[in-house]
């Protein structure tokens, strides 16, 4: 059998009630240390666990309900308990897939949460250079797109050292399947990619090309080109932004 097969007798063999040939099976898949059954196993032992630590109901000792019995004039059958066993057992099991569905909630709402979270560290890394631009020393500011009607408009910072950051405004939403792509102008020679960006829904973006920047570097551009870019502009700029270094 394999390992699909046997999953839903994980928690049977867990608390030790799995019947051959799943036994076996399982006991087979263990022993060459299957790590599909070895986990599987171990998430059914654990819920085997925890509900283990919640008290349930004691069984009467065969004294005391022989005693019982007597006193009613009634003789003790070795069926008589099986009805509330397997209901009792019954119930075990409902509580133990409810709560193995749990854990595999909180578990996967867990996943979830850690990769929110790495999302987020990334962005805050991302803005932390930005500023790090924004706010050096070193940092020169060029403005673009004024004094003409419907430009796209903004900043371009430079700092040789640390790489280039763009803001601008009023960039018409790109069609389907098309991106923006910053280029690096040298004052001779072909442009040089600087990274692909969206403009939001407000016409706004923000990009940063991160890294030492050429000495011999001469405008900023920025077309529009197939999403996964270009190795050369295959488009008009929309702007050029002169830098000068």
């Not at 919640?54 to 065969?62: F, M």
């Not at 119930?91 to 990769?115: C, H, W």
């Not at 979270?117 to 673009?144: C, P, S």
Request: aromatic content about 6%; glycine content about 8%.
């Amino acid at each position: 059998m394999n390992c699909n097969e046997l999953r839903e007798s994980y928690e049977l063999y867990a608390i030790g009630l799995a019947e051959d040939p799943e036994r076996s099976e399982i006991r087979a898949h263990l022993n060459r240390e299957c790590e599909v059954c070895m986990q599987g196993i171990k998430q059914a032992r654990e819920v085997a666990t925890l509900l283990s630590s919640s008290a349930g109901p004691s069984e009467p000792s065969p004294r005391l309900r022989r005693r019982i019995l007597a006193s009613v004039g009634m003789e003790e059958k070795r069926f008589g308990w099986t009805p509330w066993l397997a209901a009792a057992l019954a119930m075990s099991m409902f509580t133990v897939m409810y709560f193995y569905g749990r854990i595999n909630d909180i578990k996967n709402e867990l996943a979830r949460a850690q990769e929110r979270m790495g999302r987020q560290q990334v962005e805050l890394a991302h803005l932390n250079e930005v500023f790090a631009v924004l706010n050096g020393v070193d940092t020169k500011v060029v403005t673009f797109g004024e004094g003409q009607k419907e430009p796209p408009k903004g900043r371009v910072f430079v700092n040789k050292s640390m790489g280039v950051v763009l803001i601008a405004n009023n960039l018409p939403k790109p069609p389907e399947g098309k991106a923006y792509e910053m280029w690096i102008i040298p004052k001779v020679g072909k442009p040089k990619p600087a990274g692909m960006f969206m403009s939001d829904n407000n016409g706004s973006a923000m990009h940063m090309m991160q890294g030492a920047v050429d000495s011999d570097a001469n405008l900023v551009a920025v077309t529009l080109e197939p999403a996964a870019g270009s190795a050369e502009p295959t488009s008009t700029p929309l702007f050029a932004a002169p830098i000068g270094l």
